[in-house]
Nanobody, 125 residues
């Protein structure tokens, strides 16, 4: 069974940096897109950034432009989210997602087992 395991996150003062990681296990196909989503209390889950196996990037929201960077190491089957110049509005539960195809789509396209367990990011001022 596919497993998606996240690490990183925590608390950071506004303006600081955090790095999230996400590693996949027992994925039998080689080309797939992966993305980061987040959900703040009382809000819907929203896409942050997504990247295909060839490095094509989708920006779901303009709010992280110039501050967050997505990358992946295909050999390690690991996805990263580098968060710089964080803001209190970035506070949310962050989720890693594995897509069935090498195309970045919305949260509704992600099957249940293909979500990471979530990691809390709290930015305080």
């Amino acid at each position: 069974q596919v497993k998606v395991v996240q690490s990183g996150g925590g608390q950071v003062q506004a303006g600081g940096s955090l790095k999230l990681s996400c590693t996949t296990f027992r994925v039998t196909y080689t080309d797939y897109a992966m993305g980061w989503f987040r959900q703040a209390p009382g809000k819907e889950r929203e896409g942050v950034l997504c990247i295909t196996s060839q490095g094509g990037i989708t920006e779901y929201t303009d709010s992280v432009k110039g501050r967050f960077t997505i990358s992946r190491d295909n050999a390690k089957k690991t996805l990263y989210l580098q968060m710089n110049n964080t803001e209190p509005g970035d506070t949310a539960m962050y989720y890693c997602a594995l897509f069935l195809y090498d195309v970045c789509r919305g949260a509704g396209a992600v099957r249940g087992p293909y979500w990471g367990q979530g990691t809390q990011v709290t930015v305080f001022s």
